[in-house]
């Protein structure tokens, strides 16, 4: 699945600006530090928007486009932020030939947002997996640790309740 940019809004604070420079300073003379760079940087703001990527190319001296490319090509990096509810909807063979994709079309029609992103309040962020391990209680997905199985898209508005 392609990666979308966040809609919510950047909230950095100027800690966390200290502590990206501080790690930019640190690597920025080590060759293939970049990766480094923009791991650390994810752990500092829990993901990588515009404008931590803009200080990462301007203090590394590479460009936006190759930050973004990295930031893009491994799944290890997120473009929007997590919300306070991070939900994964199974879309493994087992889940989606039980109605999956059911589940999660009703989820982003819901929250208005779809799979990479987060809702604007923070509330909700939404990500589509290939397997969460609970097979025999397909289809299923996962509100942080908390399964649920057999399910329909009838289910999502109750389930959603409860987080609200």
Same mark, same amino acid.
């Given at each position: 699945?392609?990666? /979308?940019? =966040?809609?919510?809004?950047?909230?950095?604070?100027? *800690?966390?600006?200290?502590?990206?420079?501080?790690? !930019?300073?640190?690597?920025?003379?080590?060759? +293939?530090?970049?990766?480094?760079?923009?791991?650390?940087?994810?752990? !500092?703001?829990?993901?990588?928007?515009? @404008? %931590?990527?803009?200080?990462?190319?301007?203090?590394? +001296?590479?460009? %936006?486009?190759?930050?973004?490319?990295? $930031?893009?090509?491994? $799944?290890?990096?997120?473009? =929007?932020?997590?919300?306070?509810?991070?939900? =994964?909807?199974?879309?493994?063979? $087992?889940?989606?030939?039980?109605?999956?994709? @059911? &589940?999660?079309?009703?989820?982003?029609?819901?929250?208005? !947002?779809?799979?990479? *992103?987060?809702?604007?309040?923070?509330?909700?962020?939404?990500?589509?997996? /290939?397997?969460?391990?609970?097979? +025999?209680?397909?289809?299923?997905?996962? !509100? +942080?640790?908390?399964?649920?199985?057999?399910?329909?898209?009838? @289910? &999502?508005?109750?389930?959603?309740?409860?987080? $609200?």
């Amino acid at each position: 699945m392609k990666k /979308r940019a =966040s809609t919510v809004p950047f909230r950095g604070t100027p *800690e966390q600006e200290a502590k990206l420079r501080a790690v !930019i300073e640190e690597k920025k003379k080590v060759e +293939g530090s970049l990766m480094q760079v923009m791991q650390e940087a994810q752990e !500092i703001y829990g993901y990588l928007p515009l @404008d %931590v990527q803009s200080i990462i190319a301007e203090s590394m +001296g590479v460009s %936006v486009e190759e930050v973004y490319g990295i $930031a893009t090509f491994y $799944a290890q990096f997120a473009l =929007s932020p997590k919300g306070d509810h991070q939900i =994964s909807v199974c879309l493994g063979t $087992a889940c989606y030939v039980n109605g999956s994709q @059911d &589940v999660l079309d009703r989820l982003t029609e819901v929250l208005k !947002i779809g799979p990479g *992103e987060c809702t604007p309040d923070g509330k909700f962020s939404l990500e589509a997996c /290939r397997c969460i391990g609970a097979c +025999g209680l397909a289809p299923v997905m996962m !509100i +942080g640790d908390d399964v649920y199985g057999r399910l329909t898209k009838s @289910d &999502v508005d109750t389930i959603l309740a409860k987080y $609200a």
